[in-house]
């Protein structure tokens, strides 16, 4: 019981939040606080990715989906229109469980607000959440594992035509 009630602390928390992504990436909270990783470069056409981790987080109890609250922030002085939002997993903390979909599955991005979502410059928003589910037959090392996750963002600076 007290595995449930973590975890759903922990889903309803509000993370600190991240610092810019390298080359133009977004701030992100999901759940805990998260770690912004290196962002692949704008490509000619100003789309960029960025990526971001989350805090440990307690898997949920097997059988239940739980989401990934996904907060994100523009530091731009443009506007940005994220495409796309995807979560993996990127640790776990038993070496015993290999978190494959017998274990844990992520889903896509589900909202409200659906995708593509623009943002202002300086704008925070409330982007959805990705679900996490655990089926009832879970390994037993996966039941008690702490996770990591990374989620993977791809956005597009719009031009000041498009901001319009």
């Known amino acids: ?77 443009e506007r940005v229109r994220i495409e796309a939002l995807i979560g993996t997993v990127l640790e776990v903390s038993r070496p015993d469980c290999h978190a494959t979909a017998s274990d844990l599955t992520i889903g896509p991005h589900g909202g409200p607000p659906r995708l593509p979502l623009t943002l202002g410059p300086g704008e925070s928003v409330d982007a959805g959440t990705i679900p996490v589910f655990v089926p009832p037959a879970v390994s037993a090392a996966c039941r008690t594992a702490t996770y990591r996750f990374l989620i993977t963002g791809t956005a597009l600076r719009l031009s000041t035509a498009e901001s319009a």
């Open 1 to 77: 019981m007290r595995t449930i009630y973590r975890w759903r602390w922990v889903a309803m928390s509000v993370a600190v939040l991240a610092t810019t992504a390298l080359l133009g990436g977004l701030s992100m909270r999901a759940d805990a606080t998260t770690a912004e990783e290196s962002a692949a470069p704008s490509r000619p056409d100003g789309t960029f990715q960025f990526r971001l981790r989350s805090d440990p987080v307690v898997a949920p109890e097997p059988g239940s989906t739980t989401p990934l609250r996904v907060r994100l922030t523009n530091p731009h002085g």
